[in-house]
């Protein structure tokens, strides 16, 4: 099977997406660009992850031509080759909808760090809604993330986190939802109290001298 190694990684990143709930049905879609040649492999569109095997990945290239796979990719290609392209930095991105990233996203600001695991994925910016699967929604998406960024929220769909491999990329979902999850609780108690800035500054400089993901 050609492009065994990341459709095999994709496939994996998935399935543990969908153990940890943060993708349900057939909603959300992973990536991963090769490390040899600008093609990524991505999920297919409307196929049970559950059941997918790894030649079921789609491979396309970095301006999302569908080049193999027995089905067609993600309607989400343009978000994923987008950043991609962008961010030369990236090779793995993860888009889900996962409850509580989507209930903070419709609110008007950045969620922020309750714990210092959380501090490397800040800022988390919040993308207006646009049409899923739309060069538009891609560009901002793109311009969301910056240059270092690496999670989004967009507002009335979900987030969009990146990194560079699968391993970093599904760290900055999981502990974006975990974020979420926080806040939205502690809010509700009213006793949220973020990370402070001075914390939070801190806490990044550690994790980029221990080059942590």
Known sequence: MKYEKIRKQVLEAILEAVEQ?????????????????DVVA?????????????EDIAIVDLNGKWLEGPYKPSSE??????????????????HTHAVFA????MGDGEIKPTTPPQCEFVPVRVVPFTMPG??????KVVEALGQDGRAVLIKNHG?????????????????TEEMAITEYYARALG???????AGIDAMKALIAADQAV
């Open 191 to 197: 006793t949220f109290e973020p990370m402070p800035q």
């Open 21 to 37: 709930g943060l993708i349900k049905g057939t909603s959300g879609n992973i990536a991963l660009r090769d490390d040899e040649e």
């Open 42 to 54: 991505i999920t297919p569109s409307g196929i049970a992850y559950k059941t997918m095997k790894a």
């Open 102 to 105: 989507t209930i903070m996203a």
């Open 134 to 139: 739309s060069d538009e929604v891609a560009d």
């Open 159 to 175: 987030m969009f986190c990146c990194g560079k491999n699968m391993k970093a990329a599904m760290s900055a979902t999981i502990y």
């Open 77 to 94: 290609v343009p978000m994923h080759t987008a950043v991609l392209r962008a961010r030369p930095d990236i090779k793995a991105t993860v």
